[in-house]
């Protein structure tokens, strides 16, 4: 028993021995290792002094003086006159490489000149004033934005389109027309839910020779013109927080669909760089104006790029406000129902609007309308897409009363549900 516990604690006996340190000096291992080092140098500097020749003859051999096959190029004299070339030459040289037209680039900048000169009496410039407070005291700052002349009449004044979150809960407005003259303003018509305003100039106040320079946008022709991905355009007004700006760029997607409470827009991309103060108007160097950027709408995972709405879908709300009317509002976000839908999803499905929400303390929520009812029926009007339903809306003004028909699923399938709703303003 007594051996056991010896054998158990015997390493604490164990002694702890140094170990001999090697007697040879460091300073003659040092010498040793230099003394190494340069024998190797000799040995391979003699190497490659002996093998030169050699190693010149094969390449040679193989490819030629002038870097050529090998054949054609052995018996080739060498060439000792250089050749130099004009800075211009050589860049010329190097663009026809690349395909690339230096005519056409002076063409298009030419292009982006005239149309700077053009739309400069269409343009205005928005200084809006709003008031915050900053520990107790009340400060004001201005934001800068930009807008388009859609009407001009020496008796009823001037409309200017613009972005309506730069505007929103301002104390004055100011426009800036191409004179370089700030004339006041105020708010016509707007939408926060479309993202629009109208602001208006009193007639009488511009002189008689700013007034005939005055160039206004015709709103009809927003729905005339076509967009194709790649095409060259402008930006134009405030893109970058500045004064009467110009970026140029092209269309990278023209189809991309962002959808909003009672609105669906199609969003067009760009290759011009975005700021949180961006503003203006999209155009072709036709001078075309395609799009409008609208500050909070841009296509999910799109960051620091500029998008604009196409203005082919805002033209139904520039219309309605122009003529004096308010934007009409329920408050419902749906998805079409499709015969692909139909096909896949639900052979009962009836074609119409698919509501997947309704904005609190809308008239959609109030009225009672609900998520999975499938919009049908608008006064009498048939609504078979979102589209349809955008357009039906929008003939009726707020505070309407229309009857909405919805289609709503239960045990035993499809039954028919009539609401009488209240259009409000959007």
Same mark, same amino acid.
């Given at each position: 028993m007594n051996d056991e516990k010896n054998n158990k604690f015997d390493?604490?006996?164990?002694?702890?021995?140094?170990q001999k340190i090697s007697g040879q000096s460091p300073l003659r291992t040092i010498l040793f290792v230099i003394g190494c080092a340069i024998l190797f140098g000799l040995i391979s500097c003699l190497t490659f002094y002996w093998a030169k020749p050699y190693i010149e003859h094969?390449?040679?051999?193989?490819?030629?003086?002038?870097?050529?096959?090998?054949?054609?190029?052995?018996?080739?004299?060498?060439?000792d006159e250089i050749t130099t070339i004009s800075v211009e030459e050589a860049v010329k040289k190097a663009l026809a490489e690349y395909e690339i037209n230096m005519e056409e680039y002076m063409i298009t900048y030419r292009k982006l000149g005239v149309i700077g000169e053009n739309m400069e009496k269409s %343009?205005? !410039?928005?200084?809006?004033?709003? $008031? *915050?407070?900053?520990?107790?005291?009340?400060?004001?700052?201005? =934001? @800068?934005?930009?807008?388009?002349?859609?009407?001009?009449?020496?008796?009823?004044?001037?409309?200017?389109l613009t972005d309506f979150e730069s505007i929103r809960d301002c104390r004055s407005l100011l426009v800036y027309l191409h004179n370089g003259k700030g004339y006041k303003a105020e708010i016509y018509k707007s939408s926060r839910n479309v993202g629009i305003a109208l602001l208006h100039i009193t007639g009488g106040v511009l002189d008689e020779v700013t007034f005939s320079e005055l160039s206004v946008?015709?709103?009809?022709?927003?729905?005339?013109?076509?967009?194709?991905?790649?095409?060259?355009?402008?930006?134009?007004?405030?893109?970058?927080?500045?004064?009467r700006y110009m970026a140029y760029g092209a269309?990278?997607?023209?189809?991309?669909?962002?959808?909003?409470?009672?609105?669906?827009?199609?969003? %067009?991309? !760009?290759?011009?760089?975005?700021? $949180? *103060?961006?503003?203006?108007?999209?155009?072709?160097?036709?001078? =075309? @104006?395609?799009?409008?950027?609208?500050?909070g709408i841009e296509p999910r995972n799109m960051k620091g790029i500029v998008s604009a709405v196409h203005l082919a879908d805002l033209s139904l709300y520039i219309e309605k406000l122009l003529n004096g009317n308010n934007i009409s509002y329920l408050g419902i976000n749906g998805e079409d129902v499709t015969d692909e839908v139909i096909e896949n999803i639900d052979r009962d499905m009836p074609l119409g609007m698919y509501i997947t929400g309704t904005a609190k303390d809308s008239p959609a929520f109030i009225s009672g309308l609900m998520n999975g009812d499938i919009l049908v029926?608008?006064?009498?009007?048939?609504?078979?897409?979102?589209?349809?339903?955008?357009?039906?809306?929008?003939?009726?003004?707020?505070?309407d009363v229309i009857s909405i028909e919805v289609m709503r699923k239960g045990k035993d399938g499809y039954k028919k549900i009539v609401y009488s709703v209240i259009v409000g303003n959007g």
């Open positions: 390493f604490i006996n164990e002694k702890i021995l140094k094969f390449f040679d051999d193989r490819y030629g003086e002038n870097g050529g096959n090998g054949t054609a190029d052995r018996n080739t004299e060498p060439d %343009m205005a !410039t928005v200084v809006s004033s709003k $008031s *915050s407070e900053w520990f107790d005291e009340e400060k004001e700052r201005k =934001n @800068i934005s930009s807008g388009i002349i859609i009407s001009a009449s020496e008796e009823d004044g001037i409309l200017v946008v015709d709103v009809n022709g927003f729905k005339e013109h076509k967009v194709f991905g790649g095409e060259k355009v402008v930006l134009m007004g405030n893109p970058y927080g500045l004064e269309l990278t997607s023209v189809g991309n669909i962002e959808d909003k409470t009672d609105i669906r827009y199609k969003i %067009m991309t !760009t290759n011009i760089a975005n700021s $949180s *103060s961006m503003n203006g108007f999209i155009m072709d160097l036709e001078g =075309n @104006i395609l799009g409008m950027v609208i500050r029926d608008i006064d009498g009007q048939e609504v078979r897409n979102i589209k349809e339903y955008m357009k039906i809306l929008q003939e009726h003004n707020p505070g």
